[in-house]
């Protein structure tokens, strides 16, 4: 079974479209992540949730909004793509968001052409 | 803000040389610290991690790191390289605030054979 598992591995999507990127662990976690890997492959964190609260936001556009509907979900849509969104993104989840480890999803490579 | 500084983004050496991959850190507090490496076009895995017990770790495949306070530091070594080591890897940094992981720029190494 894949502790954190992310769809779609791959999106091509054209300028202006709507996407979503779905993840979910199966690992009991308290803490989801979204990190946003650019082509340099620095990992830039976007969102944490804990249980379904938000507590981090970094500064990303409001055009990305993640939703978690439960502890082992937490979903990412993107409206109005645009081509610098271009990039891989990450799920992950930790047991408690400090001392523990994160573990990563395979990652969506998100293309907007 | 707690952040990790990776020093060179490329490292080269020669298959059976030493690995040393440098990480330096700002956190206000006592922090925990990672390392996790990246195989092209995956996740990122877990290679080893400090939570303030022992300030030598041993992690995974042969590789250790050693937290040092006084220099800020928390350097990846192993003592001879495989080519199968030829990766991404990243230094993170978490506990300044809750579920808030930062990832250095990382370094990509090379092995020569």
């Known amino acids: 079974d894949t502790a954190v598992s992310q769809t779609p591995k791959y999106l091509v999507t054209q300028m202006g479209n709507d996407k979503s990127i779905k993840c979910e662990q199966n690992?009991?976690?308290?803490?989801m992540y979204w990190y946003k890997q650019d082509s340099k492959k620095f990992l830039k964190i976007m969102f944490s949730y804990n249980n379904k609260e938000l507590i981090i936001n970094e500064t990303v556009p409001n055009r990305f909004s993640p939703k978690s509907p439960d502890k082992a979900h937490l979903n990412l849509h993107i409206n109005s793509l645009e081509l610098g969104d271009s990039a891989v993104y990450f799920c992950a989840s930790s047991q408690d968001g400090m001392r523990t480890e994160a573990f990563f999803g395979q990652g969506t490579r998100l293309t907007v052409v | 803000a707690q952040s990790v500084t990776q020093l060179g983004s490329h490292v080269s050496v020669s298959e059976g040389a030493l690995v040393l991959l440098r990480c330096n850190y700002s956190s206000s507090v006592p922090p925990y610290l990672f390392w996790y490496v990246q195989y092209p076009n995956q996740g990122l895995q877990l290679l080893l991690k400090?939570?303030?017990?022992?300030?030598l770790v041993k992690g995974i495949n042969g590789f250790e790191a050693e937290f040092k306070k006084s220099e800020t530091s928390f350097h990846l070594t192993k003592p001879s390289a495989h080519m199968s080591d030829a990766a991404e890897y990243f230094c993170?940094?978490?506990?300044?605030?809750?579920?808030?992981?930062?990832f250095g720029a990382g370094t990509r190494l090379t092995v020569k054979p």
């Open positions: 993170a940094v978490s506990g300044e605030v809750n579920n808030d992981m930062r």
């Open positions: 400090y939570t303030s017990a022992a300030t």
């Open positions: 690992l009991g976690h308290d803490t």
